[in-house]
């Protein structure tokens, strides 16, 4: 293979991305290497355990990567303000709006919600980590180094360019010869592993882990979302799983399952992809409505109304998931009948989701409100996401699903259920959630800034979208007809409006860093549930004494009766696992292995695989049992962190 | 924990003799009976199920109470055969409809109605 | 963590980590049932897609089906007899019955690699037709899961020489014991709904 068919050549705005990542990373390494950081990157961060600081790593891996997807989005509209645009190429758009979806979905939306159940779960549920610490690490790693496979394509071997959803034919090797498509499917692969091991080890913490005392309908409501999530997760990820390697087994060693020829049956991957797909829907919109539950129920400064309604409906939501997934491609003409089946099931889901909505309402309804900037995007959220919910059922019609199908219509509606749902909640978390991952609050004043840009942002880019679509516009077309013009330039406009809202995020970031002032005790929002009892910060076993649970909001119960997580009397030697850098090296030698298999190299592959299995056999023969904190250490570092 | 070298695993022996009598009787349905292919298929199908819980329940210990999972592994289980069902019924519901063999009497080709692949989310 | 101890029931109970983990691999095995059924679909949607390759119902032989079958439902027999003997406290019992269980595992993969030589030989590639790869992707992903199952148990064995029984090994041979059982039941599967079902349509 030739240097110029490895690097991708011949797009200014490509050798523009080459410079850039060329420039941040020598910064990063000048900088690691002038402040003598190498050892406190290895030590504090790459062989870590503990799943406040996997957490962090993961969040701001998918902060890095919605800024991605966002240039992605901001890119795309600009070349569709105008008729005749010539600022991205047929191809070149093709490649971002692939890249743009699958990059939102798998590795920002994704992994942000797990970052903050990875922060959050625990501490609800009064834990010191995970159920399984190792495999935490690993699956934060396979995410890590899925997403690097993945956005490496752009620079190295051509971007895939088949949409995000991949259909065969156009994905096959046929049609899409060249890396580019295999890059999606490792890359999907590997950050795959991780989620289904989280999923396993979430479900594990919550279940075995729990204060003694704390029934499964007394856990926080984000728990219950989180535990409902990894339900869905373990049962639906393994589609996937098999869905890309069939492809993969296609594309690389001649296979025929959804190949033209030998009988080979393309729409069978858009019934698989979709058996996954709509599942991971709800995979990404239980845990907002999660937290959304938590911040409105603080902010509110009440009980969440109606909780076991609301648990029963994440549950039947979960089960609904898995029966619905033909409504994504009515149009492929399976018949009448199989059309109405899921036409019905599509439209059950909105029930429970409308008991959401009215419990949402009851809880704010009489309360004394306080409007922070994490209510703010909670409050946005509702009538914003009912409005999304509503196109839904207008898609959900199988047969006026025909005139909405591939349209801007259907782009507007599922914007504004994964914008409005799942990103304001990532918004919304990241900010409620802010002062115990930190030390210290967001700025309030920036922070409302940076909410009502990308709220307006939000509906000035996406409202025109339902008229334009309806007009006739077509998604995943690189040029549009003057007729669409001015609905057009609005959208963009208010794409840009997001944009400027995300800077003044991230700006209000480093401003906190700066001037916010430090937490002093750990219950920065007069807060309900456990992980406002720990200290702030937190120290890395969590709870000094384990709280006993007798009822929802515990700790709540326990600031009445003047409990902390500190009794001395109760003090005993914590059990904590030990730093490992083996995940890191695992997933780096499965990324080795992904990459060459990319390439087709299937000798590399190979090598990288034994690799990777040798790394296993290693494991198991690991008897590392961790190490104890002793009692007078927790009390040293329990007197510091609350300043008796 | 139970002490009882001496005592024969009576439980896995009964399960595997169970096993070996089920598969025969499956095979013998399968090659050796008369009965309509559909028949064939669902007899076969059941005592495939039957052959699996004997698995789970009397080699794996599946409702053990040692093991303080409680209901899960059993959940499990369940929800996995529920999911598996809806994967293979539901898939041959879907691929199978409006894709006759031999639509209009053409036999030029298996799934020829295929043509009209339109993405959509 | 949890430190939590119990002193009686079986040794892969009496920790909370061991509890934790064999619940964990109960929860992926869930998972692993949804794998098996994407592949089962698969097959399913793809049946009689066999292009100009031969046909399931003239390649498969009942003889090597049924030999396949016995050598694996015997292992699944004695990998169970392996875990009654490590509840009883027999190390060596334990051992034996293991490597019987591991012997016939072999055997069965031995039959399997034939049979898809064989196939090759008629016709019936991967590369040949929808139908036949989705056999071979379904019977060798069950292939491969047995290949894994043998070589983790054989890490094991290492491990069990060296430390002999203590909630820790006996977790992990009890977590291995699960998979092999598990892959017996995939196996029945792929048994009826593969090989009779194709011998008779």
């Known amino acids: 293979m030739k240097l110029d068919e490895f690097f991708v050549t011949g797009e200014p705005l490509i050798y523009g991305g080459m410079v850039s990542i060329v420039l941040v990373t020598s910064a990063a390494i000048f900088l690691l290497t002038y402040l003598k950081r190498w050892g406190w990157l290895w030590q504090e961060w790459l062989t870590t355990v503990d799943h406040k600081k996997i957490g962090i790593m993961y969040i701001l891996s998918a902060l890095a990567m919605l800024f991605r997807g966002g240039v992605d989005a901001l890119m795309m509209r600009i070349q569709l303000t105008f008729p005749n645009m010539n600022f991205l190429g047929a191809q070149h758009y093709d490649e971002i709006f692939t890249t743009h979806g699958t990059v939102m979905i798998i590795f920002m939306a994704m992994p942000f919600l797990i970052g903050l159940m990875n922060i959050v779960v625990p501490l609800q549920i009064g834990a010191r980590d995970f159920a399984f610490p190792f495999l935490n690490a690993l699956s934060f790693w396979s995410f890590f180094f899925g997403a690097m496979l993945f956005n490496v394509s752009f620079v190295i071997g051509g971007s895939p360019d088949a949409g995000w959803t991949s259909y065969t034919p156009l994905a096959g090797a046929a049609l899409s010869p060249g890396p580019g498509q295999n890059f999606y499917l490792l890359g999907l692969q590997l950050a795959g592993i991780g989620t289904l091991a989280t999923g396993i080890n979430l479900m594990v913490t919550i279940l075995k882990m729990r204060a003694p005392g704390m029934k499964l309908f007394q856990m926080p409501i984000f728990t219950w979302s989180t535990l409902v999530t990894t339900f869905i997760i373990i049962f639906a990820f393994p589609i996937l799983t098999v869905a890309l390697a069939l492809m993969t087994i296609d594309r690389i060693f001649g296979a025929q399952f959804f190949t033209l020829t030998g009988e080979g049956m393309p729409m069978m991957w858009a019934n698989l992809f979709w058996m996954w797909g709509h599942p991971e829907v709800y995979i990404v919109i239980l845990p907002a409505f999660g937290i959304f539950s938590e911040i409105i129920a603080t902010f509110a400064r009440k009980q969440l109304f109606g909780y076991k309604a609301m648990v029963w409906s994440m549950i039947l939501i979960a089960g609904l998931s898995f029966l619905v997934w033909v409504h994504h491609f009515f149009t492929m003409g399976a018949g009448a009948l199989v059309n109405s089946v899921f036409s019905v099931s599509t439209m059950l889901i909105a029930v429970p989701t409308g008991v959401k909505i009215f419990n949402w309402l009851a809880t704010l309804y009489k309360s004394r409100i306080q409007i922070t900037t994490a209510m703010l995007w909670a409050l946005a959220f509702i009538p914003s996401f009912v409005m999304g919910g509503v196109t839904g059922v207008m898609l959900g019609m199988a047969a006026a699903d025909y005139q909405f199908h591939n349209s801007y219509f259907l782009i507007a509606h599922f914007h504004y259920v994964l914008i409005a749902g799942t990103v304001f909640a990532c918004f919304a978390g990241l900010v409620y959630w802010y002062p115990k991952m930190f030390g210290h609050k967001m700025n309030e004043r920036i922070g409302k800034h940076s909410f009502w840009w990308f709220l307006i942002g939000f509906h000035v880019c996406f409202f025109p979208q339902h008229f334009v679509g309806l007009d006739g516009m077509p998604r995943r077309i690189f040029t549009i007809i003057p007729e669409w013009m001015p609905l057009n330039v609005i959208s963009t406009v208010g794409a840009f409006g997001m944009g400027v809202g995300f800077v003044i995020f991230v700006y209000n970031i480093y401003y906190s860093w700066k001037n916010s002032p430090r937490e002093t005790n750990g219950d920065a929002w007069d807060g309900r549930t456990l992980e406002w009892a720990t200290p702030t910060p937190v120290p890395f076993y969590n709870f000094a004494t384990v709280p006993k649970v007798s009822g929802l909001d515990a700790f709540l119960s326990m600031k009445k009766k003047g409990e902390t997580t500190f009794d001395e009397t109760k003090l005993e030697a914590i059990h904590m696992p030990s730093n490992t850098g083996r995940p890191f090296i695992m997933m780096g030698i499965l990324f080795f292995a992904s990459f060459a298999l990319v390439f087709e190299w299937i000798g590399l592959a190979a090598v990288g695989l034994i690799g990777t299995l040798i790394m296993m056999g290693i494991r198991s023969f690991d008897y590392d049992e961790g190490y104890y904190v002793e009692v007078d250490e927790i009390k040293k570092i329990e007197r510091t962190v609350r300043g008796l | 924990m139970e002490k009882n070298t001496k005592h024969l695993p009576v439980q896995h022996i009964i399960g595997f003799l169970l096993s070996i009598v089920l598969t025969l009787l499956a095979v013998w349905a399968a090659l050796g009976s008369d009965l309509p292919v559909k028949w064939i298929i669902i007899a076969i199908m059941v005592l495939a199920v039957i052959q699996a819980g004997i698995q789970l329940f009397m080699f794996m210990h599946m409702t053990e109470s040692a093991s303080g999972g409680g209901h899960v592994p059993w959940n499990m289980m369940f929800h996995g055969f529920v999911l598996a069902a809806i994967v293979v019924a539901g898939s041959l519901f879907t691929m199978s409809f409006g894709f006759t063999h031999d639509h209009d009497g053409d036999h030029s080709g298996h799934g020829s109605h295929q043509e009209e692949q339109q993405m959509h989310d | ?201």
Request: glycine share 10%; proline share 2%; net charge negative.
């Open chain 3, 1 to 201: 963590m949890s430190t939590q101890e119990w002193s009686t029931g079986p040794y892969e109970y009496r920790t909370q980590e061991g509890r934790m983990t064999i619940l964990g691999f109960w929860i992926f095995l869930g998972a692993e049932v949804v794998l098996f059924s994407t592949l089962f679909a698969t097959y399913a949607v793809l049946f009689g897609r066999t292009a100009d390759a031969p046909l399931p119902g003239d390649l498969f032989e009942p003889g090597i089906t049924l030999a396949m079958t016995f050598l694996l439902l015997t292992s699944s027999f004695t990998c169970g007899l392996a875990i009654h003997n490590m509840r009883a406290g027999s190390l060596k019992g334990l051992i034996t019955w293991l490597i019987i269980t591991l012997a016939l595992g072999l055997g069965f993969l031995g039959f399997e690699i034939y049979e898809f030589v064989h196939y090759a030989h008629e016709g019936a590639t991967l590369q040949s037709s929808a139908f036949w790869s989705a056999f071979f992707v379904l019977a060798g992903t069950h292939g491969v899961h047995v290949t894994l199952g043998i070589g983790w148990a054989v890490l094991l064995l290492i491990q069990l020489v060296q430390r002999g029984l203590n909630p820790v090994t006996s977790r992990k041979v009890f977590v291995v014991s699960l998979y092999w059982h598990f892959l017996d039941v995939i196996w029945i599967f792929i048994f009826t709904s593969v090989y009779l079902i194709g011998m008779v349509v």
